[in-house]
């Protein structure tokens, strides 16, 4: 038991509230909730909507200061002097986002003797070394849903820009050139492709659902966990359990499966090698699901005539990684953003409302949804994070 302030306090720009000992106390429990943000400057001062800012908090400091919590919010998260590592020996939450991820890993959970839960603020919580957590009773939960929609959209721009060689055309369009032909060399129709998705969850079925009505030749999906058939049926979607079978097929292949042993690195030069040749790769799932060096390559040498998305196997990514700059051999084929396809305004209103919920729940010991538990009391509740 702690003791805590009566009263909501002002906002203070060091985000801290260690200061909490100078004021009028009454009796409640008090939690040390960590919060490791991405730092957003002036667009978060200027847009409030950008909630999951170390500048927004994901609006809900003044909520959890009423209640005598204490919220330390950063972006330092790397090395034993961050605010990430330093914080965390006591905290009994943490939230992350996988935007600008606080990598917990089994060396930190041994050190974080305090930590009861982890909220994922968003969905995939892989930088979290689940089996660790699982070991200490550790609780990690997600904002399951609250961005599959944002994602599977950016997928389908993703395929859309590859396919149709958007990058390479605009760019010159900037440049102040025009030459038609040089772009129209390698652009394609998504009509009449074969396009698969290796997962078929929620942003997966998503991403097939907003297929449809592209007249692909075929949707295929590679995933252990069959589509209900009703939801089979809707997008008429056909399953191959062979993912090299499966990607021989596919013109282009999206990737949208949780990174976890099972997934790590899945997509290497080995299998690269039975991919069509100039097939085109989306992955908005995880970079560390992609061989880095092996796409580049495969890139590089047309075996891939385009490779997008959003996410890296370390972020924010080093100035010199190779999918910043990759192309094909005729000067494109690259789609690669910042990780911002599951933090649209829309979605960061979803899943800052979510991690409130997640908080609530906590803090009444009410059950959680059960769809936003990853893993509770030792175990994985979620089949999403491979086979056990
Ligand atoms: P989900 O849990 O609804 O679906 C995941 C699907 O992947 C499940 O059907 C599962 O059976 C399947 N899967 C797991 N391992 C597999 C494997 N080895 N091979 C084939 N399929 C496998 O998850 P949801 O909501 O669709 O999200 C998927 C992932 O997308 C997240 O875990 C996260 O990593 C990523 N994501 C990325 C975002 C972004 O901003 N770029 C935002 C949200 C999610």
Known sequence: MVLTAQTARPHKPTF??????????TLCIMVKVLAILYRGGEAATQEPRLLGTVENQLGIREWLESQGHEFIVSDDKEGPDSVFQKNLVDAEVLITTPFH????????????????????????????DLNAA?????????????????????????ILLLVRNFVPAHEMIER?????????????????????????????????????????????????????????????ARRVEDLKEFVSQCDVV??????????RG???????????????????????????DAVAAAVKSGQLNGYAGDVWNVQPAPKDHPWRTMKNP????????????????DAQARYAAGTKSILENYFKSSPQEPQNIIVEGGKYATKAYGQR
Not at 116 to 128: E, L, M, N, P, R
Not at 332 to 345: E, F, K
């Open 16 to 25: 801290s509230t260690h200061h909490l000992t100078s004021l009028p106390y």
């Open 254 to 263: 999206a990737v949208n499966c949780p990174l976890h042993e099972g997934t």
């Open 101 to 128: 991820p606080g990598y917990l890993t089994a060396d930190l959970i041994k050190k974080a003797k305090n930590l009861k839960i982890c909220i994922t603020a968003g969905v995939g919580s892989d930088h979290i």
């Open 176 to 236: 102040g050139d025009w030459q038609v032909s040089d772009v129209a060399r390698n652009a394609y129709d998504v009509e009449g492709k074969v396009v698969g998705t290796i997962g078929a969850g929620r942003i997966g079925f998503r991403v097939l659902q907003r297929l449809v009505p592209f007249n692909t030749k075929e949707l295929l999906y590679f995933d252990y966990a069959p589509l209900p058939e009703h939801a089979a049926k809707e997008v008429k």
């Open 134 to 158: 699982n070991e200490r009773g550790i609780t990690v939960a997600e904002v399951s849903g609250s961005n599959v929609v944002s994602v599977a959209e950016h997928v389908v721009m993703s």
């Open 330 to 345: 005729l000067g494109g084929g690259n789609g690669m953003v910042p990780h911002y396809s599951g933090t649209t305004l």
């Open 266 to 292: 899945l997509v290497n030069a080995e299998l690269l090698k039975h991919f069509k040749k100039g097939a085109w790769l989306v992955n908005t799932a995880r970079g560390a699901i992609c061989d880095k």
